[in-house]
């Protein structure tokens, strides 16, 4: 099993920053890709941004040259700097992993809790 504890959530104005980050522990040796997907009330749950074990990343157009996912292997642990917060932003965040066969597109099978994020005008 693997386990994700993701941090990073809160209060911003629009135009402010927000840095998450995601430690999975477990059989990490099962998962490839990790990201952070993204829910808003009476919305489909998405896709914000990716990352492989390889570096490869994908990200939402909605966030492209506004959030920047990386991660440290090392510590098994991946990071989502969000900059240029606007309100659409608000939402609860999620964290998660895909199964070591599979890409960055999932499906992902591993999820931790989520954070809130609320960007006010």
């Known amino acids: 099993q693997v386990q994700l504890v993701g941090s990073g959530g809160g209060l911003v104005q629009a135009g402010g920053s927000l840095r998450f980050s995601c430690r999975a522990s477990?059989?990490?040796?099962?998962?490839?890709?990790m990201g952070w997907f993204r829910q808003a009330p009476g919305k489909q749950r998405e896709l914000v941004a990716a990352?492989?074990?390889?570096?490869?990343?994908k990200y939402a157009e909605s966030v492209q040259g506004r959030f920047t996912i990386s991660r440290d292997l090392a510590k098994n642990t991946v990071y989502l700097q969000a900059n240029s917060l606007k309100p659409e932003d608000t939402a609860e965040y999620f964290c998660?992993?895909?199964?070591?066969?599979?890409?960055?597109?999932?499906?992902?099978?591993?999820w931790g809790q989520g954070t809130q994020v609320t960007v006010s005008s």
């Open positions: 998660a992993a895909a199964p070591r066969t599979r890409g960055l597109s999932g499906p992902y099978t591993y």
């Open positions: 477990g059989s990490i040796f099962n998962i490839n890709a």
């Open positions: 990352i492989t074990s390889g570096g490869l990343t």
